[in-house]
């Protein structure tokens, strides 16, 4: 059991409360991205008061083909915080002891949580994509998750485009580092290796695909996502182009992504709301109205 300190707000708890996502229970806590302190439950390697993470695959059933495989982000029977369990808008939050991580100390409470989801999805997102140093990739949609990766990119010495809606949006891109950056209907001044889109938006792949060099790679980061328009395979795909989504995340991304935020001194840029207000945060989530990451805390 987990005493809450403070959870992130992600675009997936808005796709849950909205219905985007089917309902899996007739009620639920949402909140994936949450920072706890152990308050029962305690063992050796995880005693009382130590301060540990947890993020949106809260368990694995181990047995299952794709387990077996090392694929636990794909598990046919999994475990997700705030959507088949309860979550971290809460003050108390329970957790498997296997499914949590304990945090770096250089991190406060509000600039931990965002990592917790936003920060290790957008990191196994740049994984998908396949991107390796040095190599120049696109950013479509610039929010909580894009915000974090473009760090890692900064590290591993990228060439970063980011192509989004709303000023603020760009200008923090631009204050981040990345080397172009345009509207939504903008395209990239050359051709991308890479592309990661953030935004539940099919419209927005056709974009990032038609900036792609042939042989580059869409990685799409998104649970829910409307309708894919048609579009010219000849002119868009062909080329050994690839679309590819990313689902979930495994234990071994979340535990390379907070070494590589050890490593860098990543902190994210957080708007902090009380619990009481978790409606306000989701509604400035949805209207893509804050700059980084909206955090909730007790």
């Excluded at 992130?8 to 949402?30: F, S, Y």
């Excluded at 304990?102 to 931990?112: F, G, Q, T, V």
């Excluded at 920060?119 to 949609?141: D, H, K, Y």
């Excluded at 708007?271 to 009481?276: E, Q, R, V």
Aim: aromatic letters at 6%; proline letters at 5%; glycine letters at 10%.
């Amino acid at each position: 059991m987990l005493r809450v300190r403070a959870c992130g707000v992600c675009r997936t708890d808005l796709h849950i409360v909205e219905g985007e996502l089917a309902p899996l229970r007739k009620q639920v806590i949402p909140g994936h991205q949450i920072v706890g302190e152990i308050v029962e439950g305690a063992t050796k390697e995880l005693p009382a008061g130590l301060r540990v993470g947890v993020s949106w695959l809260g368990g694995a059933d181990g047995s299952c083909p794709y387990c077996r495989r090392g694929d636990e982000n794909l598990c046919d029977r999994p475990v997700f915080t705030g959507y088949t369990v309860d979550g971290g808008y809460a003050e108390y939050a329970a957790a498997r002891a296997d499914f949590v991580f304990p945090l770096p100390r250089s991190l406060d409470d509000a600039h931990a949580a965002p990592l917790l989801c936003a920060g290790i999805i957008g990191f196994r997102s740049l994984r998908v994509a396949g991107v390796q140093p040095g190599e120049r990739v696109g950013l479509f949609g610039f929010g909580a998750s894009a915000h974090l990766a473009i760090a890692v990119l900064n590290a591993w010495k990228c060439e970063v485009c980011v192509s989004t809606r709303g000023d603020s949006h760009r200008r923090l891109a631009a204050s981040l580092g990345a080397k172009w950056v345009g509207t939504e209907d903008e395209k990239p001044p050359a051709e991308l290796d890479r592309a990661v889109t953030f935004a539940p938006s099919g419209k927005v792949v056709i974009a990032a695909l038609s900036s792609l060099r042939k042989g580059g790679v869409v990685a799409i980061n998104a649970i829910h996502l409307d309708q894919m328009p048609a579009f010219d395979y000849d002119n868009l795909l062909w080329g050994e182009r690839q679309i590819r989504s990313v689902a979930n995340m495994t234990r071994q991304d979340a535990r390379d992504f907070l070494e590589i935020v050890a490593q860098i001194g990543l902190r994210p840029k957080s708007t902090i709301f009380p619990l009481a207000q978790a409606n306000e945060a989701l509604v400035a989530v949805k209207n893509d109205s804050i700059d980084g990451a909206a955090v909730i805390t007790p």
